[in-house]
């Protein structure tokens, strides 16, 4: 991961609004471990590395579940208490399909927008060129909440397959 620089803008993993700015590193023993991120409303808060996503060229905060789904995913490859992996795996799967369901419903959402859109455009309320522009924003979200959903489907996969092997190694102890 690059280093981040004060004053960079972060935005949210879900939304892709800005939320704020990298305040300062976190440092243990001369590495850097964390970001603190000021927000647009004021406070000041610690975000592990983990919790920065680059890939887009952005800095994006993912959510805490993301970051917890990955925790439990890694505890569990490394073994410990079967009962206490198999809870853990069991709450973060269903609080990453909470968070499916939300996303199906903006994806729901952006489908009406488009339907609106098109309506819109079919009866002469809006320009042929805010029309593009807005269906060109539309598809861009479309591809944001897609990727999203990928990655949820991805650890909710990874998640229940561990889960699976955990309790066939259970059952056979």
Same mark, same amino acid.
């Given at each position: ?5 004060? +004053?960079?803008?972060?935005?949210? $993993?879900?939304?892709?609004? !800005?939320? #704020? ?9 001369? &590495? ?5 991120? %000021?927000? =647009?409303? +004021? ?13 887009? #060229?952005?800095?994006? *905060?993912?959510p805490? $579940?993301? =970051?917890?789904? %990955?925790?439990?995913i890694?505890?569990?490859k %490394? ?8 809870? &853990?795996?069991? !709450?973060?799967?269903?609080k990453? /399909? /909470?968070?499916?369901? !939300?996303?199906?419903?903006? !994806? ?15 009866? #002469? ?9 807005? *269906?060109? %924003?539309?598809?861009? =979200?479309?591809?944001? @909440? ?12 990874? =998640?229940?397959?561990?889960? @699976?092997?955990? &309790?066939?190694?259970?059952? @056979?102890?």
């Amino acid at each position: 991961m690059r280093v981040l620089v004060q +004053g960079e803008p972060v935005y949210d $993993w879900i939304t892709r609004d !800005k939320v #704020g700015i990298i305040h300062a590193p976190v440092r243990e023993r001369g &590495k850097i471990v964390a970001y603190e991120v %000021k927000y =647009l409303d +004021g406070p000041i808060v610690e975000h592990p590395i983990e919790q920065f996503d680059l890939s887009t #060229g952005d800095i994006l *905060l993912l959510p805490s $579940w993301v =970051l917890e789904a %990955k925790e439990v995913i890694s505890q569990m490859k %490394k073994g410990g208490n079967v009962q206490e992996l198999m809870d &853990k795996a069991l !709450k973060t799967i269903r609080k990453l /399909e /909470e968070a499916r369901s !939300k996303l199906l419903a903006r !994806k729901e959402e952006e489908r009406r927008q488009y339907m609106r859109l098109l309506a819109d455009r079919e009866l #002469g309320s809006i320009s042929e060129q805010y029309f593009r522009i807005q *269906l060109q %924003k539309l598809r861009e =979200l479309r591809e944001i @909440t897609d990727s999203q959903l990928k990655l949820l489907d991805e650890l909710v996969e990874e =998640l229940d397959r561990r889960l @699976t092997y955990l &309790k066939l190694s259970y059952m @056979t102890v």
